[in-house]
């Protein structure tokens, strides 16, 4: 909008650099340019503001495919106003003289034109492929005839209009039919899912099988390892055994060598030591055996007093030695 000012019965006006103003005064063109600044009379001007600058227009429609399924359309399309003259000349842009504010509205005619154009050629490729070509492909399709459509519109360059670019920004089917589409791709996503939640608990349990194999075998073979040890435990000990039986054996040869050796020792020195003593026997009776028996009885009293114990007194009877006497008698005189 541009800024009015007022002084003294004159007007001044400033645009911006995005705006297009034509002044008429008289019905000749005074003033025509964009970013214009210049003091007017109220009652002899004529004033069009143009924006120049690019626009936005977004458009929302519903639209029907080729197998009666309603389907809404979001799109954008970006203008701009390539023409001021041309424009102003087709539409009402003229702007109040002491507000600057545009009397009619322009750029809803523009809006109009440009949506019911684009809407024509989007239910034109809509209405010729069904609602799942539309999903996957009716973006691109849509987009592409409504550039082609605006481009061709004959209105739109008589008007001044230029369409700089059109995008769609969705294509959406009603919310039932919307939930009944993704119920396929969930059941799909949930079924991959599950299956790949089977997978992983058979490759868990693959893996819990092969762990509990190896322990199988680990035990397998601990045990063969024990039975093997148990053997050679068995074996140490039999040898041992042997081993100690023999050396027993040997001692117990070495020790009965040993004895006889020992006794045939003992029985030699005994049958020398009875040859020496029935030697000296016999000597002792040869070097008796000429000695009177009265001498051989005093040695024998003479011995066996020997071995008896102590005598403090003797008592002999008359008859022990008159007896005696006769005897020392007899020995006597013989």
């Not at 069904?130 to 459509?149: C, F, K, Q, S, Y």
Request: hydrophobic share 45%.
């Amino acid at each position: 909008m541009a800024d009015i000012t007022r002084r003294a019965g004159w007007r001044h006006l400033r645009s911006a650099p995005t705006a297009h103003i034509r002044h008429h005064r008289g019905g000749r063109i005074v003033h025509d340019g964009a970013g214009l600044s210049f003091w007017f009379r109220a009652l002899s001007a004529a004033l069009s503001e143009v924006p120049v600058d690019d626009r936005e227009l977004a458009m929302a429609f519903h639209a029907r495919t080729a197998d009666f399924q309603d389907v809404s359309v979001q799109s954008t399309v970006t203008y701009r106003i390539a023409d001021p003259g041309a424009a102003a000349t087709r539409l009402d842009f003229s702007v109040d003289p002491d507000t600057g504010v545009w009397r009619g509205t322009p750029l809803e005619q523009i809006a109009g034109l440009l949506t019911e154009s684009a809407q024509q050629h989007a239910l034109d490729v809509l209405a010729r492929i069904p609602l799942a070509e539309a999903l996957v492909d009716g973006v691109t399709a849509v987009r592409e005839r409504m550039a082609a459509g605006l481009a061709a519109e004959p209105r739109l360059p008589d008007t001044g209009i230029e369409v700089v670019a059109v995008r769609v920004v969705a294509l959406r089917p009603e919310p039932e039919v919307e939930r009944a589409l993704r119920t396929p791709a969930r059941e799909q996503i949930q079924q991959e899912a599950d299956r790949a939640t089977y997978e992983r608990r058979a490759v868990a349990v693959e893996r819990e099988r092969a762990i509990a194999e190896n322990e199988l075998a680990s035990k397998i073979e601990l045990a063969r390892q024990e039975e093997r040890l148990v053997d050679q435990r068995g074996i140490n000990a039999r040898r041992e055994a042997e081993e100690s039986a023999a050396a027993d054996a040997v001692r117990a040869e070495a020790e009965a060598a040993r004895t006889v050796r020992l006794a045939r020792a003992e029985a030699e020195a005994a049958r020398e030591v009875g040859a020496a003593r029935a030697e000296a026997q016999t000597a002792w009776l040869r070097a008796h055996a000429d000695v009177p028996a009265a001498t051989l009885h005093a040695l024998a009293a003479t011995r066996a007093a020997e071995q008896l114990p102590r005598i403090e007194h003797l008592t002999l009877s008359p008859d022990v030695l008159t007896g005696l006497l006769a005897r020392l008698g007899g020995g006597a005189g013989a």
